[in-house]
């Protein structure tokens, strides 16, 4: 019988408004990036205001804020780099996701309040790698997705009991070996080691024979091509107990570019399965919770390298599917006019029934039919079509504010 064990949530947070999501819908912990050294640069980051504001929502709440500063540093960056890190450690930031030594070095010089985490870039794939991370002051290893569950039990063992081992569970996987890729800077100009990747690993390729100038053939696997570059996501819900059994204790969910509505439906469905083993050992995960997955944007799923190379990785096509579409973000609850006040996000009418999103199991799943809805000034609302506006649902289901409804398409 498995035992139950303490475990973290750690969800992605590319803006504020995707942190107080996570946060909403239950993760433990959000990683973000400032607006230098993180391998997002494309995200909407923390400038130092937003930064201070989002160490103090979370840690008002009891949750914790890692910062990523995980780039492929240069000369020039050191110049900037003391400042920048002594304004974490004022500000208490709980952990730096690292991955270049120097920059580690001077981690523990200038910030030696924050925990220092190994970033995924730095290819920990072995016991020995991870112990040395421990040795350099490392209280976290976040282990390169090429792990499989049996190594990882092995590297759990050989490492002192104080230091974490963290691991993607689900998300986006870099077609190279942990992210480690000169793809988009070769095509592009745009390095991702320098966080400015422009995912051309998504895009369909063709090849040219020598002595055939000008005739350009499709790499095919069968009538709709191939995409060879291009992954899977990563998908464990179902496989949570076997996680924890190898010794993780952060679960990492990938998708800081990722949409607040992607943040709510996954951060929901693996709150949701985690509790469940924290209560109950031989805890299944119920189907409700793995269809919640299939809700949100994503591409085919796989289990990775957690079973070795089993599983094949490369898709058919780089276009995401989803079958639902974010609707409205729940403001709060008018008791006298008995509805619901929304956000509108996407287009929706009178006689749509709009799912609830929620932490709260009582909403979760309820559909809403639309029967009457009007705005703040209270005219009646047949259509909602722009975008933002406080719109009000009569309705007796009373969802909270930040949850989130959405329509299937």
């Known amino acids: 019988m498995r035992q139950t064990v303490k475990t973290e949530l750690l969800a992605p947070a590319g803006d504020f408004e995707k942190l107080k999501t996570a946060i909403h819908f239950g993760a433990d912990a959000v990683y973000v990036g400032g607006s230098e050294f993180s391998l997002r640069a494309n995200a909407k980051n923390f400038g130092e205001s937003q930064m201070r504001e989002a160490c103090a929502y979370v840690h008002d709440r ?41 920059v580690i070095e001077f981690c523990k010089k200038y910030a030696p309040v924050s925990e220092i985490h190994i970033s995924t870039q730095a290819n920990t794939t072995n016991k020995y790698s991870a112990a040395f991370w421990a040795e350099q002051g490392a209280k976290r290893i976040v282990l390169a997705r090429e792990t499989s569950l049996e190594e990882i039990k092995e590297i759990r063992a050989y490492l002192p009991k104080d230091v974490q081992i963290e691991a993607f569970v689900h998300g986006a996987m870099c077609i190279s070996y942990s992210g480690r890729c000169l793809l988009s800077a070769v095509l ?43 992954s899977k996501d990563l ?34 469905a693996y709150r949701k399965a985690i509790d469940g083993f924290g209560t109950d050992p031989d805890y299944k995960v119920p189907e409700l919770l793995i269809a919640e997955l299939e809700k949100n944007s994503h591409r085919d799923y ?57 932490p709260d199991d009582g909403c979760f799943g309820k559909n809403i039919v639309i029967n009457e809805m009007f705005d703040e000034t209270g005219e009646p609302v047949t259509d909602a079509k722009l975008v933002q506006q406080t719109i009000l649902i009569r309705s007796e289901i009373r969802p909270l504010a930040g949850d989130i409804l959405r329509k299937k398409v």
């Open 62 to 102: 009891g949750k914790k804020i890692y910062v990523a500063v995980n780039v492929f540093a240069k000369n020039d960056d050191f110049d900037r780099l003391p400042a920048y890190l002594s304004f974490l450690n004022e500000i208490g930031v709980d952990g730096l996701i690292v991955t270049d030594p120097g």
């Open 302 to 358: 796989t289990t990775g390298f957690y079973y070795g190379e089993k599983d094949s990785v490369c898709l058919h096509t780089s276009q995401p599917k989803c079958d639902y579409e974010f609707s409205a973000i729940v403001k709060g609850y008018d008791e006298e006019l008995g509805a619901i006040a929304v956000e509108m996000r996407n287009r929706f009418a009178v006689g749509d029934s709009l799912e609830i999103l929620s």
């Open 188 to 230: 592009a100009g745009r390095s991702g080691n320098r966080g400015d990747c422009v995912q051309a690993c998504r895009w369909e390729y063709e090849i040219t024979e020598k002595n055939r100038k000008g005739e350009r053939l499709p790499i095919t696997e069968d009538d709709r091509g191939t995409y060879i570059l291009n």
């Open 235 to 268: 998908n464990m819900l179902g496989h949570i107990g076997e996680l924890i059994d190898s010794g993780v204790y952060s679960f990492k969910i990938e998708g800081r570019m990722k949409s607040q509505y992607y943040v709510a439906s996954v951060v929901n």
